[in-house]
């Protein structure tokens, strides 16, 4: 069986997730403590009970997504449940390190709370957003972004997800006239994400040198598992190119779309699982190959089938 895992991005991120897998596998459950002592608070309770409004705050969100995804990765590596290549979207790629042995977990937990607090401290509220753009080509979302970022007004492509689906993100003024000027062009979709920062944009690079200087001090390994990274849709293998990648990835788009036919091509893999909360993975891997089977690991029963 040649597998790929897909670890999800923030988004994700729900009350009581994980809740199963913490119940039955002792495994996952030493991740939650591990988190917790990484951090030195109970990330666990707030995985477990919220409030939700604390949960979605991005410095909160990103290391509560990335335990939950090692502990159940932890879990399926325990069962000898193994993929050929990994990726995972914008916060999932510290996931998929994580798997690869080359990032300690700890070392991930606590640089995705400082990478969280850093993308949200890079521009003040009310100052930028984002809006997904559904149903348009690329080319012709990115020939607007650049019209009007020519007018002073900052937008630019953020995440390329899958076919027909592509965020822009950049000023408020940035992203109200891209979507104005796409829909004249004859978008039917267009839909504003309730998110508190402009992320994956230019306006985040006080962001990324905040994380280039956090990662002073973290030792990176050279990858047991091949990953795709987010920046360039590339495969590493070693551990030289990681740092630089992470840090261009937080002010650069999620070449997600390009991601994952890079792993279809190159791997040629004959089922995904998405690895964590929810399955949005899974739906940008459908549009992209209705073929692959896909699993998902976001409760018990589901872990339990891949294990037969």
Known sequence: MKRVFLFPGQGSQVVGMGKQVFDHFDLAQKTLKEADEALGESLSRMILEGPEDVLKETANAQPAILTVSVAVGRVLFEHGIKPEVMAGHSLGEYSALVMASALRFEDAVRL???????????VPLGVGTMSAILGSDPEVIEEVCREVTAQGKLVEPANYNCPGQLVISGTIEGVA????????????RIVPLNVSAPFHCSMLASAAEKLNNEMENVKFNHPDIPYVANVDAQVVRTKEVIREKLVTQVAKPV?????????????QPNEMVEVGSGQVVCGHMKKISRELPRKHTDTFEAIQELFV
């Open 112 to 122: 995705v709370r400082a990478r969280g607090k850093f993308m949200q401290e890079a």
């Open 177 to 188: 006239l891209a979507s104005e000027e796409l829909k004249e062009k004859g978008v039917k």
């Open 255 to 267: 070449r997600w779309n390009q991601s994952l036919n890079r792993i279809l091509e190159e791997f």
